[in-house]
């Protein structure tokens, strides 16, 4: 009798499972892939600044050329720590103070200086809510292409209401024909770039190179920083006790400097110089729990200094400390 039941029971319960079982609809998935970031920007506050960090776009930064004090056996570590490797795209940020009274941009990116992978400043700037006509003053913490570069469009001056300001050390240095000529054969068209970037300025009365380091805006004050380049700056930014260090080319491979923050770059002026400056402003950061504002950190290049060991000001290592995202721009 029970196998009789088992026979009677199987096709009722075949049937009661087709019920349940999932229609056979078409696929979406085949839908085509966008292959592109959303637009590269993000704010922050800073006491009662505003703070828009624009991305000009990533590139091959060929760790294996161009890093000097480090062993190949170290970057190999430490890439692999990072779940890295070569190439390694290397960010190029910028930085948006909106003071509620003046817009003042900190570095402009590469422009076209770069080829197609960069170049995007503009474009986030406008994403993020402003035209670059809006912007009052240019500050550039050195006159490499990756910095100055995005400061002209077509030979004009892509910030047209702006002027441009840099340490007048780092002017006389890259605007000069002598210090070409002497300068070793990779850096020589940087001088080109450099003088064609400011030429615009210059022609409208808008070049203004400053002589001293210090404040140029309330809440905005320079920093010499020199050894990357000879008149290399940061910019300290402070707005009710909250302050954010704009340090320009302090780090460029975080991955390495951070661990061995005595490895140096070929295109550092002075590598001593460099190491030096680069020790003395992460124990500042590290000391002052400022936020840092980098230009070659992963977009958007803003946190903190972490110290390992040893105390502050005693050698040792180094580590980064990523700002948390905030859907919602709060205070710092």
Not at 236 to 257: N, Y
Request: aromatic share 8%.
């Amino acid at each position: 009798m029970a196998a009789t039941n088992n026979k009677l029971t199987l096709p009722l319960l075949a049937a009661a499972m087709l019920q349940f079982a999932p229609l056979a609809l078409p696929a979406h998935a085949a839908a085509p892939q966008v292959h592109s970031q959303a637009p590269g920007y993000y704010r922050m506050m800073l006491g009662e600044f505003e703070i828009t960090v624009l991305s000009d776009g990533t590139h091959a930064f060929p760790i294996d050329t161009v890093m000097n004090n480090i062993t190949p056996a170290q970057i190999g570590r430490d890439l692999d720590d990072a779940g890295l490797a070569q190439p390694l795209q290397g960010s190029i940020n910028a930085f948006l103070v909106n003071t509620g009274k003046r817009l003042i941009l900190i570095d402009a990116g590469a422009g076209a200086l770069y080829g197609d992978c960069c170049g995007r400043l503009l474009q986030h700037l406008r994403a993020a809510g402003y035209q670059p006509e809006q912007v009052d003053m240019v500050l550039l913490t050195h006159l490499h292409k990756d910095h100055a570069g995005g400061v002209m469009r077509q030979g004009a001056a892509a910030f047209p209401n702006a002027v441009l300001r840099v340490a007048q050390g780092e002017a006389d240095y890259w605007l000069s024909k002598s210090e070409q000529d002497a300068a070793p054969e990779f850096l020589r068209s940087f001088f080109d770039s450099a003088r064609a970037a400011v030429a615009p300025y210059q022609a409208a009365g808008r070049f203004q190179p400053y002589a001293a380091y210090g404040q140029l805006e309330p809440g905005i004050r320079s920093l010499p920083a020199p050894g990357h380049t000879p008149g290399h700056a940061a910019y300290l930014v402070e707005s009710q006790g909250r302050k954010l260090l704009v340090w320009g080319d302090i780090v460029h491979v975080a991955p390495l400097q951070f661990p061995h923050p005595d490895a140096t770059v070929k295109y550092d002026s002075d590598a001593a110089g460099a190491q030096r400056q680069r020790r003395e402003l992460l124990d500042m950061a590290a000391s002052q729990r400022m936020v840092v504002g980098a230009a070659h950190i992963a977009f958007p290049g803003l946190g903190r200094i972490g110290k390992t060991g040893g105390p502050v000001g005693t050698g040792g290592s180094y580590r980064w400390l990523p700002v948390n995202y905030e859907g919602t721009p709060g205070a710092d």
